[in-house]
């Protein structure tokens, strides 16, 4: 197999791309060797040298503790918990959480294999011991493991006198009744809060 | 080859980038896996949540492939769970014993029957009891089931308070009386007798006569254990006993 070749083959296993996609992609690099080939080349290096978990909320980052854990100007005092690192960067691009994050790795699932141990609790439970934090946001996702695995959390800090609170879960914004599936209209019901008149 | 029937999810596994493999406990086919083309899109997701009831068209050229499914939801089972540890933990128990012990493409009408009717229960708050119902049935149905109506010693069908761990049969009071640590209890409620009063120990007990018999007959010989699930289940009524 000659470079290019074997260039094809690793892209082709990233996600949404196939053989063919992969060829393309591996054509349009060669094309752009000088603005694009070489920049992705050298970033790919970094990223592969310094990329590591951070040691106390899970992220990824070059950094161990990670940009979000040194930010001195968060809220230390709420702390958000994730299954995956994807839910903390689509968090952070709402820009509405100003806390803490920590990343589980994965959610509970016999079906899978995945028992407490292999989640990242026992640092969670760690963390909570710390008297800063006073709020814990259970923002894991809205399927059976993920309300297992929130469950599971709370019953872990429930000896902690932290708040533990969920997120809401219901109607998206922009969102119509009319194209909504039962278990969302079911879930926004049950989350029904009172109106407020008063401005 | 192609049926439509009606079934719930009892897993759904990623197959693929977009793709999932998903198990299904059908009323006429029972537990039948086959692929859902797209089932990880955001659209397909919700539809595929352990639990809820879908109506599935199965389509494949030979009997013997995987297949593809068609999957349109009925009823969503976790949107009713929310902020219900207990059942919620009674439905992935449920779901991953059946996913565990029952084989695939064996039509199970009864087991369907009395899956439904478990997850019917979710409403009441009776769940616990019929949850601990439902194990025996599923006992029954795999072929180790119980046998409560008279005592396995002296033959009587009245005060019976144990269940031999042996042969799965129950135990009159006085003939269990000398060997009552090596037994275990049988709660009232299971015998019929207690009406609507299921107590948090009855439950407890209940839970680890079935779980002790799942344990012995079902997983120890494949060398494994009770679903986690499921011992947070028996560990969170034991609680609140």
């Known amino acids: 197999m000659n470079s290019i070749d074997k260039l094809i083959h690793l892209l082709a296993r990233l996600p949404g791309l196939g053989p063919r996609s992969a060829r393309r992609v591996a054509l349009f690099l060669i094309k752009k060797h000088e603005s694009l080939l070489v920049p992705l080349r050298e970033a ?33 005092n709420q702390l958000c918990v994730l299954e995956e690192v994807a839910d903390l960067w689509a968090m952070e691009r709402t820009t509405a959480f100003k806390g803490r994050y920590h990343v589980l790795g994965g959610r509970l699932s016999a079906i899978d294999g995945i028992g407490p141990g292999d989640l990242n609790i026992e640092k969670l439970i760690e963390r909570v011991k710390d008297r800063e934090i006073t709020e814990i946001i259970l923002a894991t996702n809205l399927t059976v493991d993920g309300e297992t695995t929130a469950h599971y959390i709370t019953d872990c800090l429930s000896a902690s006198n932290v708040k533990i609170t969920r997120l809401a879960h219901g109607v998206p914004v922009g969102g119509e009744l009319d194209f909504l599936d039962d278990g969302t209209l079911t879930a926004a019901l049950k989350a029904r809060r009172q109106v407020n008149s008063q401005l | 080859m ?49 639990g809820n009831k879908v109506t599935a068209v199965w389509r494949a050229r030979l009997d013997e492939h995987l297949g593809k499914y068609s999957i349109e939801l009925e009823s969503s089972t976790i949107a ?3 902020g219900e540890p207990g059942k919620l933990l009674a439905l992935s128990s449920a779901s991953e014993l059946v ?15 009395s899956f439904s009717a478990l997850l019917g229960s979710f409403d009441g708050e009776y769940w616990a009891a019929t949850y601990v119902y439902w194990e025996l049935h599923l006992l029954t149905d795999i072929g180790f089931g119980l046998d409560l109506s ?46 609507a009063q299921v107590s948090g120990k009855d439950l407890a007990d209940g839970l680890l006569l079935t779980g002790y018999f799942l344990q012995k007959c079902v997983f120890q010989p494949r060398q494994k254990k009770l679903p986690d699930s499921r011992v947070r289940l028996a560990g969170k009524l034991s609680m609140n006993n």
């Open chain 1, 44 to 76: 790919l290096g970094e990223i592969s040298n310094s990329i590591k978990n951070c040691e106390v909320c899970g992220n990824v980052d070059t950094n161990s503790p990670c940009q979000i854990c040194c930010d001195a100007k968060r809220n230390s």
């Open chain 2, 2 to 50: 192609e049926w439509q029937d009606e079934g719930y999810v009892l897993a759904s596994r990623p197959h693929g980038e977009a793709a999932s493999i998903v198990s299904l406990l059908t009323s006429q086919n029972g537990r039948f896996s086959g692929l859902v083309h797209g089932g990880q899109s955001r659209r397909q997701r919700a539809a595929l949540q352990v």
């Open chain 2, 80 to 82: 009713q769970l929310l």
């Open chain 2, 99 to 113: 996913e565990a012990v029952i084989p695939e493409r064996d039509p199970c009408p009864n087991l369907y029957r």
């Open chain 2, 150 to 195: 008279e005592c396995a010693g002296t033959g009587v069908t009245e005060d019976l308070v144990f269940v031999s761990p042996k042969s799965g049969k129950a135990v009159s009071r006085q003939a269990g009386e000398p060997y009552k640590d090596k037994l275990l209890t049988l709660p009232a409620f299971l015998k019929g007798t207690s009406g």
